[in-house]
């Protein structure tokens, strides 16, 4: 996978994980590597550890991801239906004593980021996706608010997608530069 040029060394982890759109349809994940992408999303820190997340995990082939790609907007499902697994995550957004947890969305984003990294870690690619149809996704769930669909799988040749799809997935990753970001003096 190509490295992002980052303006000082940092984990490899982050330098070369991307989201790819062009997945192999016949790649399948182990029932350890599931386990295992799960386990370090259980991991994550959460405000006052209340733990919001949830995971309904489809793998291809099964009901679950159908009814998960089935949620996903038509662009997501042209590319997703090749994914080995697509992970709903949705979020318990009241708090056990009734009152609503403002940090439930940021929660969730911090366990999909250890799960995209531990994907990407087992050699895998994880794909996050917010393009999704809230009243289907909302139905995947037991109350909970739908956050994010996530496509896991082994990343393909990009020759099989087509367009500015195509040039999208072929493109160098890009950022705002650090001192766009940072709102005081860089101490380098
Ligand atoms: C909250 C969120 C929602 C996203 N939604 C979509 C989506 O619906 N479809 C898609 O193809 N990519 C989606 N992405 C992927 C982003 O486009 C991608 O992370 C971004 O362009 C940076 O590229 P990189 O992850 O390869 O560095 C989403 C990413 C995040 C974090």
Known sequence: MMKAQT???IHELFAQRRSP???DESANVSNEDVVAILEAARWAPSA???QPWRFLVGRRGDAEFKSILDALVP???SWAYRAA???A?????IREDGNPNPTYMYDCG???????LE????????HQMAGFDADKAGALFQGQRPVIIVAIGKQAAADQLEGQTYDREIATRERKALSEIVLNALPL
């Not at 911090?110 to 995209?116: E, I, R």
């Open 7 to 9: 303006s000082v060394d």
């Open 21 to 23: 759109r062009s997945l």
């Open 48 to 50: 006052n550890n209340i």
């Open 75 to 77: 662009f997501n499902q």
């Open 85 to 87: 697994l697509l992970v």
């Open 89 to 93: 995550v949705g979020g318990e957004s």
């Open 110 to 116: 911090l366990a999909v980021a250890q799960l995209t």
């Open 119 to 126: 994907s990407h870690h087992r050699g895998f690619v994880a």
